[in-house]
């Protein structure tokens, strides 16, 4: 039959497919004794001579649908066959969690997907409904995470709008379609479920990375400061939000701010290097602050240079910290440390420093 079936002549001749129907359903109505009599038996190879088996009764019912020499539409066929096709409905959804349970994704989609469009099928108009079926939700999910998976965005939106609608699954549906939209390089639609994630998610380290990555990429800082007070509201002693927020009072210049954090964060946990980075720089640029104001305003200039080494003295601590929890990263510790050691007049150090550098450049 399916030999015939290669020539396009015969592609619309209904007794092809009745015929190829009644075969494939022997073969399926066999392997289905066999696992019932718990003899030997391929189970993979039952699941998809299941799917076979709905696909091409769904052919059989497409041609038994043409409407006559009169242009009436009455199939013959469609409600025993419906009847007898239904009652092996779920074995689809089985199929496609057996087939997950092996690794193979693309099998395990192949009978989710039958399974959720037998729905639009109007073979099935009298048996499926989606909110009845309890199992639409679930198998959307699993055809998003085979898509997922399979590297396949396309596949992972499918039925994403489906698998939405259970809570159970919402949230993991949402991780994997940003990951899909990313891959479809469909920025617009990216932060647009990562926005709707973090919304209903505002703990989510996931989204909150994520869409706080998007806004620092741009430049947008007040945005980014929106979310990580969201985050903050909901989680108030979370040290990543803390350190986010960190970063961006320094980014925003808000130094004052930046220090009382990190030293808020320092005082529950004192080996977190990237926070003293955060401190010292914050105590440096309050400094270099102070001192290009000393070149325009020449009042007060005595006070305003002790206030420039008060600065650079308080820095010196966090520095030398950092620099001892991240002895490699050289780049952000040394010039940093050249500069305190040389406005405090720390001969030794400076030298020290000033070897360090020069290898650096060298």
Known sequence: MLDLLKDSANRQNIRIYLTLAEAVRAQYDAANEKLYLKEKADTGQFFLTARKMFLVYEKLDSLDMQPDKKG??????????????????SNLYSGGIFFIKKKDYDSAFGLMDTYIDCRRQPLFSEYTNENTDSLYAPA????????????????????????????????RTLVYMSRAYLAKKDTVKYVEI???????????????????????????????????????EQDKDNTLFLFAKSNMLLNMGRYEECISISDTLLARN??????????????????????????????????????????????????EKYRALAPEDKERWAPSLYNIYLKLNMGRKFEEISDILRKMRN
């Not at 009436?72 to 409905?89: G, I, S």
């Open 72 to 89: 009436n539409v009455k199939p013959k066929f469609r409600k025993k066959n419906a009847e007898y096709l239904n009652k092996f409905r």
């Open 140 to 171: 959307a999910f699993r055809t998003v995470f085979c898509g997922h998976k399979l590297g396949r965005p396309d596949s992972v939106l499918k039925y994403s709008e489906i698998a939405l609608k259970s809570r159970k699954y919402r949230r």
């Open 194 to 232: 990562l926005r709707k994630g973090f919304a209903e998610n505002k703990t989510s380290k996931y989204f909150f990375t994520r869409l706080m990555d998007y806004y620092n990429d741009l430049n947008l800082l007040d945005s980014a400061m929106n979310v990580v007070n969201a985050a903050l």
């Open 270 to 319: 004192d080996t977190l290097p990237d926070v003293y980075l955060n401190a010292g720089v914050s105590y440096i640029n309050l400094a270099l602050a102070e001192e290009a104001s000393i070149k325009k305003n020449k009042n007060r200039t005595a006070v305003k240079k002790k206030q420039v080494l008060n600065y650079y003295k308080k820095a010196l601590p966090y520095m």
